[in-house]
């Protein structure tokens, strides 16, 4: 059995390593080719994201999750398809189900250790996701200072667009510069920012766009709309981390407080071991000790959730 385990590990972790290299390999193919993915034919009917769900298999577009998935890989940069997260969470899966077994030969570990490296691809893509998006805010002020100069000297909102492409780095910086070669195709200013909304899901990026349309519309002058749109930009931001620190010491103790039975737990195992020994010996001791884990977690959760402010 031992030998079984072993041998349907190795074919595991091997197939995660191809998994892993072909997704390094078809990332840079897809760097080159994402432009014309993006690609927005003028007579089209919608943004470049639906035309991208449309192309899903049927059997895929049925389920809302991942149409989801789609859009948040996209909104995160990471260079995945569907199927390749979903392959990739279901080798993760497997691979802890089989390392529980053969841990603590208990099936309830084994799926909670599946179900904790099953979610190991969701949690990155949603961290790269939020990490890429918070990295676009913090500069979009900076870049709309360095639009509204440019148009006060007297450059086109794509030649203000170039400038701003040659100023900044990834992720604005490659953002804008994939709205310039949508523009090099055919695709109009104000569908290129369009589906820049949608890789950048933000309330003050939308303000430009609609800004850019309205003045696309009616011909106002939009250096001094886009000067107001900065200074909103970074109101906001100051309250965002105003609400940030005064929250701060909530934040922590919530982290301590889920934290701190474990904490507990470790001391008393470290100085007096006869008093956990019951917990991981006894039958009743280990049904305790499972029942315990899942509240805490909940717990964390819970308080997690209650920690975020909406305003």
Known sequence: MDALYTTVVFAIVFATVLVGLSLRQEAAAARTSRVKRLQIEEDSDGPTLTKRMSRLSHEFAAFPFLQKLETYLLQSGIYWSVNQCIALTGMLFALGLICGLMIGHDWLLAIAGSVAAGLIPGAYVVVRRRRRIDAFMRQLPF????????LEAGHTLLRALQVLVGEFDAPLGSEFRLVLEQTRIGVS???????LAQRVPESDLRLLVVAVRVQSDIGSSLAPIVG???E???ARQRLQQQVNTFSSHLRLGGVVVGLLPVVVLTIFGIREPSYTAILFKDPTGIMLLKTAITCDVLAFLIV???MKLRY
């Open 189 to 195: 200013l104000s569908k290129a920012l369009e589906d």
């Open 143 to 150: 870049a709309l200072d360095v639009i509204k100069a440019s």
């Open 304 to 306: 997690r959730r209650m």
């Open 232 to 234: 909103l930009v970074r």
């Open 228 to 230: 107001r749109l900065a």
